[in-house]
């Protein structure tokens, strides 16, 4: 079984530019997770899609970022325009359904560097 | 709210030693207890839960942890070990029920010395 899929693996950018994220679920995944990982700081989750729709972003910061799961499959994840404080690894997650213990599986993550 | 605390950021212990992941939650209702572990450029796996039943749960690979509701702690053991351990481990708390999120604590390094 293939696991999650990101892309690209790592980025740098300047501040003020943007960026996107790409993520490829586990086949058959219906709940998407995008969390935000600072150096020294666990994952802080940025939104969780069920199927298409929005189940959570409250702390997505709208005014910057975006995402958005079309067909219920792949997702994106924007920034724009960037800031040094974006400075993370993005990390993409799903799982069979959501209900709060169900296991969640991750990608490998985007380290993105903004300078 | 939930919130999860993990003390100790790096813990470092010789191979084939016991070891103690310390992990304290906080939530006012009950709780699903995760432990998730991360090797160097890779995402995480989950390496144990608790969601009921026995308090002590236990890993393929012979990390166990122990829900102490009194003392609110999910602290990660094992008694012996090995270089291939060496890794950052996220303790992690949710609640039952629909749409819960998952909150990760800071994570602790653990550095298994040769």
């Known amino acids: 079984e293939a696991g999650v899929a990101q892309s690209p693996r790592y980025k740098i950018i300047e501040k003020r530019q943007s960026v996107a994220f790409w993520c490829n679920p586990i086949?058959?995944?219906?709940?998407l997770y995008w969390y935000q990982q600072i150096l020294g700081q666990g994952p802080k989750l940025l939104i969780q899609?069920?199927?298409?729709?929005?189940?959570?972003d409250s702390q997505l910061p709208k005014d910057r970022f975006s995402a958005e799961r079309l067909k219920g499959v792949d997702s994106t994840l924007k920034i724009q325009p960037a800031k040094l404080e974006d400075s993370a690894v993005y990390l993409c997650?799903?799982?069979?359904?959501?209900?709060?213990?169900?296991?969640?599986?991750f990608g490998p993550g985007t380290r993105l560097t903004v300078l | 709210a939930q919130s999860v605390t993990q003390l100790d950021s790096q813990v470092p212990v010789f191979e084939e030693a016991p070891v103690e992941l310390r992990c304290n939650y906080s939530?006012?209702?009950?709780?699903?207890l995760f432990w998730y572990v991360q090797y160097p450029n890779q995402g995480l796996q989950l390496l144990l839960k608790?969601?009921?039943?026995?308090?002590l749960v236990e890993s393929i690979n012979g990390f166990e942890a122990e829900f102490n509701k009194s003392q609110t702690s999910f602290h990660l053991r094992k008694p012996s070990v090995h270089i291939s351990d060496t890794a950052e481990y996220f303790c992690?708390?949710?609640?039952?029920?629909?749409?819960?999120?998952?909150?990760f604590g800071t994570g602790t390094k653990l550095q298994v010395i040769p």
């Open positions: 899609f069920q199927n298409n729709g929005v189940v959570d």
């Open positions: 086949s058959g995944h219906a709940t």
């Open positions: 997650a799903s799982s069979l359904v959501d209900s709060g213990h169900n296991e969640q599986f």
């Open positions: 608790y969601l009921s039943g026995s308090t």
């Open positions: 992690a708390v949710s609640r039952p029920g629909g749409y819960q999120k998952v909150t």
């Open positions: 939530s006012s209702v009950s709780v699903y």
